[in-house]
């Protein structure tokens, strides 16, 4: 059995075109146009705003248990 780990917490705006990436716990990013944000960098995802303007490239790795 396996897990994904998180690696990059990393989203990208499709109104503006700007990626983001939260680095740490609560390292809270609008994008420039603030259409979107995340937030607690490899602890945990939040996200919000408008979620139809988010594309995710998050990077993840397996976890053998």
């Known amino acids: 059995m396996s897990e994904r780990k998180l690696l990059r917490n ?33 602890n945990y995802i939040k996200r919000g705003g408008d979620l139809e303007a988010m594309v995710d490239l998050s990077e993840y790795s397996e976890v053998e248990q």
């Open 10 to 42: 990393v989203v990208r705006c499709l109104k503006c075109n700007t990626v983001i990436e939260s680095k740490h716990r609560h390292d809270f990013v609008w994008c420039e146009c603030k259409a979107i944000f995340t937030d607690g960098g490899i």
